[in-house]
């Protein structure tokens, strides 16, 4: 079963794409920020994705993807956001997100995404 890290600070965008990865099949961990999320990378978690939205306090996004870079080189990391401007989106993709995906995004978008970055899902 693949792993996906949900990083978001909104309870509900979690709740939401949870329930959509878990009813797709995938087992899904969640973090609130990139600080909490970035610990649970060191302290072991191999996500075969992540998940992040870009504002967030604490540690946003893109700090989170730069340093979840130091630890996993090779695992997706989709950057989450309602934002659609262009500097940003380079700016994520600069620091090592595979992709984009912006808010809302519908269930059968997001497996069809997901199906795509990850290898035998």
Known sequence: MKTILLVDDSATMLMS????????????ETATDGAIAFGKLQAGLKPDLIITDINMPNMGGIEFI????????????????????????????????????????????????????????
Not at 17 to 28: C, E, I, N, P, S
Request: glycine share 10%; hydrophobic share 40%; aromatic share 4%.
């Open 17 to 28: 794409l949870r329930q959509t990865l878990d009813m797709a099949g995938f087992k899904t």
């Open 66 to 121: 730069k340093k979840a870079r130091t630890v996993l080189r090779f695992t997706p990391i989709l950057a989450l956001t309602t934002e659609s401007q262009q500097g940003k989106r380079d700016e994520a993709k600069q620091n090592g997100a595979t992709g984009w995906l912006v808010k809302p995004v519908g269930g059968q978008d997001l497996i069809k995404v997901v199906k795509q970055v990850v290898p035998g899902a």
